[in-house]
């Protein structure tokens, strides 16, 4: 929810920057979806390296039996 919000706090400054013709309102409206952008990325490959899949008991009974 709080990423929609500023999704569109982002999308509106950006709207009313090209309306005013105002480049410094233009690039604080980018650089902050370039770093929003960066974070989400950075947490999705972290959150997807990580290993928590569990294996099912079949398997860890093999691996115990051996």
Known sequence: MVA??????VVVA???ALALNSWVVLG???A???IG????VGYSM???SQDV???DPVTEA????D
């Open 62 to 65: 093999r691996r115990e039996a």
């Open 14 to 16: 950006v709207v009313v």
């Open 28 to 30: 604080v409206a980018l």
């Open 37 to 40: 952008t960066t974070l989400v």
């Open 32 to 34: 902050v979806h370039a």
């Open 46 to 48: 972290k959150m997807a």
């Open 4 to 9: 929609i919000a500023i999704g569109t706090g």
């Open 53 to 55: 899949d569990k294996p």
